[in-house]
């Protein structure tokens, strides 16, 4: 499971990686697995097919580093993968989880930083004592404790964020943080995502377009299953009519799903579904188990 990506153009932030580890990864796997391209592993994985050590590469939120940075690896290697697009961002319009993002990544020294302006940030708004309660109980090493990649400050802010805070109030803060140094969102979020004709092009390569929901919620779960299905009806209309061919693949955003969800994705037949990480065995066909590039890059490390 890849996302972030660096090079000239796009900015080193946390967990982003380069082509030549992707081009790690990509030997490091080849030693003892077999990586397919994203139409075989889907065709095997749809009638049961797929051996212990049959693998394939995934990207989520339809990035331009993927695309710019990540795709000519691909194609030196002869591979195709899937990408899980969420519509809003190739429609025209922009999300704040990405704008979000790339300013805690190029406008403070380091994430530390961009933390500590955060927190004292909430601790100054209207939400301050309902998070300082909150906080009385939190234990970082067991919340996400499956993404063991995330520091101590990564999980509480995680946890102010989807499980304090929630989308209203998460944003108003932001919005703030960012109005305080006079940013031009237009132009700061020019080179975050990728545009149409990209995801046409991956399609026509043969690569795999997937459903990611429409506007990324990064607590998808916690919405009433009307609000549900909304995000993932248009997100499957929009790519429908993009691309001229019904989606039948998903990947779970910030692996954010319920029995509603599940639901819903059977009803609009896909077939495949992805997890975003190794914590539980699939138990359908909508929950494949992913591993996250960070926790591969510490493998090649060790």
Known sequence: MFHHFYDDRHIRGQGAISQNELAQIIDYYRK???????????????????????????FDDALLCQYEVALPVLEAYDLSAFWFVYSSVITGGSEKLEIYRKFRTSCFEDIAAFYEFFFESVSESQYGARVKDALSNFSPESYLSQFPFYTAGDRQFRFIRDKVLGVEAYNQILDQMILAQSIDLAEFSRDLWMQEQHVVELHEKDHVIGLHSHTHPTALAALPAQDQWSEYKTNYDTLTEILNTTPETVSHPCNSYNQETIQILHDLQIKVGFRSNMAEQHSSLLEFPREDHANIMGKIAA
């Open 32 to 58: 003892s697995h077999q990586i397919l391209t994203a139409r075989e592993w889907l065709d095997k994985a749809t009638r049961n097919e797929l051996g212990a050590k049959d693998v394939c590469l995934t």
